[in-house]
């Protein structure tokens, strides 16, 4: 392990943020409280935490219809993002996007995105960025598994290898794309694989191990910001919840609904951590509890919120007309 | 006769025709759903919103095929397949969607049979969802009917109730052109009579929901509903309105339009979609060119602003038109030109 005790509970602390957050607001959607389509993330927390772990000020994300975690790894206000969620005034995207297209340029989050295959285009639009513009940075570009058999993927792809730029396709094969599983909607092909095929290095991790994906991306990331050769990580991650929140996930067996959450990503972390004596117990039970609080007190202070103003349905279609 | 709603009428249709002809097909993305899960069950979602229930049990995999998420794949198959043979009926799930795989049906289905002198049929159905109320946001949530009716070689269906909607998809299955048919999602649970025997209605053949001799309202899907929620209100007001849902926008029932203007002299068009270049403008530029001399007062367009969905709940129902604004707009004109004599 190479991460200091305070990145190792600065990490811990995210992905408990996004499980607690995932879990509110899957509650309030069931309940009413959240108006619109809500993809959770709760189970797949190391791949986002892991991952943007290793990325910085400069570096973009793209994300999907199933973005909270990707958002809040990436340094997102859990504040803005619930008033965004539950549709009030000052959201991150002022209440017109919603849960499907959280947004957060400021922090480097390129949106959420409603179309499946939407984002990878637009992640190597950003590592082209980058690379004109010398910044430094990379863009990680997540897709589901899903979302690797779109043509707008292999098309992304394609143009990551031919113009050499600094993207990371992170493909979060969380075994179904909807109702579909893998198996099926990819004809039992290896991802990594076919994504390698187009010219790139491809690896694959084990997504409840926050340690393997961040170790991994770390390699991974540096190689390709030192060299602008994208590459491809495929993260086997476990979807706890139904495709949307309100699927009664009739194509997932008993068996498989009641074992689908052992390999919890956080009591991993958790069990390691305080295996190697790095942190104590009482540390992370005092996060927990923070964490809590903090989530309690966005989705209190999103809920007593007012909805955005009627006048701005008219605003922000171009910036001049 | 039944009440159903309008996903059972839809379902009706696509099932009595598979029934009766070996070449239709069914495909799209979780029109099963749960392909290749752990349940070991076939038909665990029939589509997002359950419209396609229970298709696969009776028909098999053969004829019923759930896809990967590769909606340009999905709709050139089915161009593909019904140049050669099979009636496609393929699912593009949100019409928003369109964006990925709009090549394959006006590039290619829409073109065959003219680039080809005459020689290709293809006989396919694109069902997709349109419309907004659903909080659904701005890719989700879009009335794109415009973009197909202003292809030459598709016909496009805008469904407005669920009796409707059943005869009007027989109708476009066991037709030998591409024709788009859009179901709006806020709509699906509506009931309405229908039989439980197929029937078809013509396309191009618009229908007189109620006459009145003051204004004509031309609408289409959910705004023809508020139409009638609206043209009740007027009434009370002593205010008669025609409301006129064309049913198709391609081909178009010009004469029941024109006709009923000659008699109101008055134009009101409500669309749910955006305002530039759409079924509105192109209703309003219909009278202007061809009934001008009968209008008494400017037409008015009832609209979705020039502005995407917006997700809050309170700013898409601003969006949406809805009986209110439809009511204002024919009393701005009906002030304007005076009423005409019973
Ligand atoms: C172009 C397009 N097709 C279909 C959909 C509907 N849809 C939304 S999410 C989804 C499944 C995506 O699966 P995957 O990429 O594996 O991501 P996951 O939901 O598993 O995280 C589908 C079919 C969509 N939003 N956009
Ligand atoms: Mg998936």
Redo the contacts between chains.
């Keep these: 392990m190479q991460l200091d005790r305070d990145t190792l509970a600065e990490s811990y602390r995210t992905m408990a943020t996004i499980r607690a957050f995932e879990e509110r607001v899957g509650a309030d959607s069931l309940s009413g409280l959240i108006p619109g389509f809500v993809h959770l993330y709760a189970g797949e927390e190391a791949s986002a935490t892991g991952i943007c772990l290793e990325l910085g000020e400069k570096d973009w994300i793209g994300s999907n219809h199933r973005g909270h975690g990707h958002c809040i790894a990436k340094g997102s206000s859990v504040e803005g993002m619930m008033l965004e969620i539950y549709a009030r005034e000052g959201g991150l995207c002022g209440g017109k996007g919603g849960s499907m297209h959280i947004a957060d340029l400021s922090v480097g989050m390129l949106g959420a995105n409603g179309i499946v295959g939407g984002g990878a285009p637009l992640a190597v639009g950003a590592a082209l960025s980058a690379k004109t513009l010398k910044t430094g940075g990379v863009c990680v570009g997540f897709i589901g598994d899903g979302a690797s058999n779109q043509g707008t993927t292999a098309e992304a792809m394609t143009m990551a290898v031919v113009l050499k730029v600094p993207v990371i396709f992170v493909i979060e094969n969380n075994g179904y794309g909807e109702f579909t599983a893998v198996s099926y909607h990819s004809g039992g092909i290896d991802l990594a694989a076919r994504a390698a095929s187009f010219g790139m290095e491809a690896h694959k991790v084990d997504g409840t191990d926050f340690f393997a994906v961040n170790e991994l991306a770390r390699e991974v990331i540096a190689k390709t910001r030192a060299t602008n050769m994208p590459a491809v990580i495929e993260v086997a991650v476990n979807r706890w919840h139904g495709h949307f929140t309100g699927d009664p996930q009739a194509y997932r067996s008993a068996e498989e609904l009641a074992t689908v959450r052992l390999s919890d990503p956080l009591v991993i972390f958790k069990k390691r951590v305080i295996e190697a004596g790095l942190l104590p117990q009482e540390l992370f039970d005092k996060i927990d509890g923070e964490v809590a609080d903090r989530i309690d007190s966005a989705a209190r202070a999103a809920i007593a919120a007012p909805p955005p103003d009627i006048s701005t349905v008219t605003t922000d279609v171009y910036v001049s007309y | 006769m039944a009440k159903k709603s309008m996903r059972t009428a839809i379902n009706e249709a696509i099932r009595l025709e598979m029934r009766r002809d070996p070449t239709v097909i069914l495909m799209g ?2 029109v099963a ?9 076939t038909d ?2 029939g589509g ?1 919103l359950g419209v396609t229930k229970g298709l696969y049990t009776e028909f098999g995999p053969s004829r019923v095929i ?1 896809t ?3 909606e ?2 999905i709709m050139g198959t089915a161009a593909g397949a019904a140049v050669s043979g099979l009636r496609p009926i393929a699912e593009l799930m949100f019409s ?2 369109i ?2 795989c709009y090549d394959q049906i006006f590039n290619q289905a829409a073109k065959f049979r003219y680039m080809f002198g005459g020689k290709a049929q293809t006989p396919m159905v694109m069902r997709s969802m349109t419309g907004a109320g ?7 949530s879009q009335s794109l009917h415009a973009l197909f009716t202003m292809v030459p070689g598709l016909k496009v269906v805008v469904p407005s109730g669920a009796y409707d909607a059943k005869g009007l998809l027989i109708e476009a299955i066991r037709d030998n052109d591409p024709v788009i048919f859009l179901e709006h999602k806020a709509m699906y649970d509506l009931e309405e009579e229908v039989p439980d025997e197929a029937y078809t209605i013509p396309f191009g053949e618009a229908n007189v929901l109620r006459e009145g001799k003051d204004v004509t309202i031309v609408a289409l899907a959910r705004m023809v509903r508020f139409s009638m929620e609206a043209a009740a209100n007027l009434s009370k007001l002593g205010i008669e309105v025609t409301v006129i849902d064309p049913r198709t926008t391609s081909p178009l029932d010009t004469d029941t339009i024109l006709e009923s203007v000659a008699e109101t002299g008055r134009l009101v068009v409500v669309d749910e979609a955006n305002p530039r270049c759409s079924f509105a403008t192109d209703v309003a530029a219909l009278v202007a060119d061809q009934g001008f001399k009968y209008l008494k007062a400017p037409i008015k367009l009832v609209t979705a ?4 969905v ?6 898409e129902d ?2 949406i038109p809805n009986a209110a604004k439809i009511e204002a707009a024919v009393l701005s004109i009906v002030a304007a030109g005076g009423r005409n004599a019973a």
């Design positions: 993305e979780d759903g749960g392909q290749g899960g752990s349940a070991d069950v665990a979602f997002v759930d990967p998420i590769i340009s794949a928003d969607f964006g990925v659903l909080r659904a946001a701005a890719q989700h602003p020039h502005a995407p917006p997700f809050a709940p309170n700013l601003a969006y």
